[in-house]
């Protein structure tokens, strides 16, 4: 289920930024902040070749990032998001704003966080998104502090089975013991936890999702909301039935008959209409479905 592979070391990152991170509803941007390691670590500087990050990947980061803001999952500065390129990772800077964010500005590292491009202060959680690769094989990391998950994050042991699309996540998702943000104890935490999920929540700070690419990283990130929220609005009606690993098990294997999610029709279905029910004309012509 889990849609990162395991397999990794340490990571291994830069100094990072000392900027407050979180909450604050009016954080401020930090133009021209220096980067960490001087001129040598800004790859654009006059004389070096500017290391490429494609276009679009720069865009998808930043308008992760923005509506991350607008989709409640963050307030103000709070959050960060990546994306690899090859063996690039592009992330975005410590403690600035999204809606002011510009594609030059985001700061680009190697996997192991050698400094490639910083025209600012990377974002202070770069050593948790290089673990998260290092232990995965996303193609993209988003951590939000969103409202329910961290509720859970900050109450719960774990988050678990109340229903079934937390099957697309893998099951229920382990809580991240607390560890200062930033810290190389953070990420080796979601390390351990990303080995079999494709999200982690974070004690008392929030979650982390990671994908194949920006979209399905942040699509995940506001499946862990939803189900967080559905937990949360459950448990306050009564004591919710949580499905069952069999249950998940069986939730698996239709995943699998039906290739839920993809456009293929399912293999042992000749008629692509389905063998034994088949819909009428005006019937709708297929599901629209998160993606895994
Ligand atoms: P940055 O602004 O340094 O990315 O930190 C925000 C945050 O959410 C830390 O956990």
């Given at each position: 289920?889990?849609?990162?592979?395991?397999?990794?070391?340490?990571?291994?990152?830069?100094?990072?930024?000392?900027?407050?991170?979180?909450?604050?509803?009016?954080?401020?941007?930090?133009?021209?902040?220096?980067?960490?390691?001087?001129?040598?670590?800004?790859?654009?500087?006059?004389?070096?070749?500017a290391p490429s990050v494609r276009d679009e990947l720069r865009a998808a980061v930043i308008d992760c990032a923005?509506?991350?803001?607008?989709?409640?999952?963050?307030?103000?500065?709070?959050?960060?998001?990546?994306?690899?390129?090859?063996?690039?990772?592009?992330?975005?800077?410590?403690?600035?704003?999204?809606?002011?964010?510009?594609?030059?500005?985001?700061?680009?590292?190697?996997?192991?966080?050698?400094?490639?491009?910083?025209?600012?202060?990377?974002?202070?959680?770069?050593?948790?998104?290089?673990?998260?690769?290092?232990?995965?094989?996303?193609?993209?990391?988003?951590?939000?502090?969103?409202?329910?998950?961290?509720?859970?994050?900050?109450?719960?042991?774990?988050?678990?089975?109340?229903?079934?699309?937390?099957?697309?996540?893998?099951?229920?998702?382990?809580?991240?013991?607390?560890?200062?943000?930033?810290?190389?104890?953070?990420?080796?935490?979601?390390?351990?936890?990303?080995?079999?999920?494709?999200?982690?929540?974070?004690?008392?700070?929030?979650?982390?999702?990671?994908?194949?690419?920006?979209?399905?990283?942040?699509?995940?990130?506001?499946?862990?909301?939803?189900?967080?929220?559905?937990?949360?609005?459950?448990?306050?009606?009564?004591?919710?039935?949580?499905?069952?690993?069999?249950?998940?098990?069986?939730?698996?294997?239709?995943?699998?008959?039906?290739?839920?999610?993809?456009?293929?029709?399912?293999?042992?279905?000749?008629?692509?209409?389905?063998?034994?029910?088949?819909?009428?004309?005006?019937?709708?012509?297929?599901?629209?479905?998160?993606?895994?």
């Open positions: 289920m889990n849609g990162a592979t395991a397999g990794g070391s340490a990571p291994g990152g830069p100094p990072t930024g000392g900027s407050a991170p979180g909450g604050p509803p009016t954080g401020g941007s930090t133009p021209g902040a220096a980067a960490p390691g001087g001129s040598a670590a800004n790859a654009s500087a006059p004389g070096n070749v923005r509506r991350m803001v607008s989709d409640g999952l963050v307030i103000g500065i709070a959050g960060n998001v990546s994306a690899r390129d090859g063996d690039k990772i592009v992330i975005t800077p410590s403690a600035h704003r999204y809606d002011t964010l510009r594609p030059e500005e985001l700061c680009v590292v190697g996997p192991a966080g050698q400094p490639l491009d910083l025209p600012l202060r990377p974002s202070s959680e770069l050593p948790m998104h290089l673990a998260a690769y290092q232990q995965t094989a996303a193609g993209a990391v988003v951590h939000t502090h969103s409202m329910f998950a961290t509720a859970v994050a900050t109450s719960c042991p774990e988050l678990p089975a109340i229903h079934y699309a937390i099957g697309f996540l893998g099951g229920p998702v382990p809580v991240v013991p607390y560890a200062t943000f930033g810290t190389r104890e953070l990420a080796d935490g979601l390390r351990a936890a990303l080995a079999d999920r494709p999200v982690a929540l974070l004690q008392n700070h929030g979650a982390v999702a990671v994908g194949q690419d920006v979209e399905q990283a942040y699509d995940r990130a506001r499946l862990l909301e939803w189900l967080a929220e559905l937990y949360y609005r459950s448990s306050r009606l009564g004591s919710p039935r949580m499905l069952s690993p069999a249950e998940l098990d069986a939730f698996d294997a239709q995943v699998a008959a039906l290739s839920y999610g993809t456009n293929d029709w399912p293999a042992e279905t000749s008629d692509p209409r389905g063998a034994e029910d088949p819909p009428g004309d005006d019937a709708p012509t297929g599901v629209e479905t998160p993606r895994r």
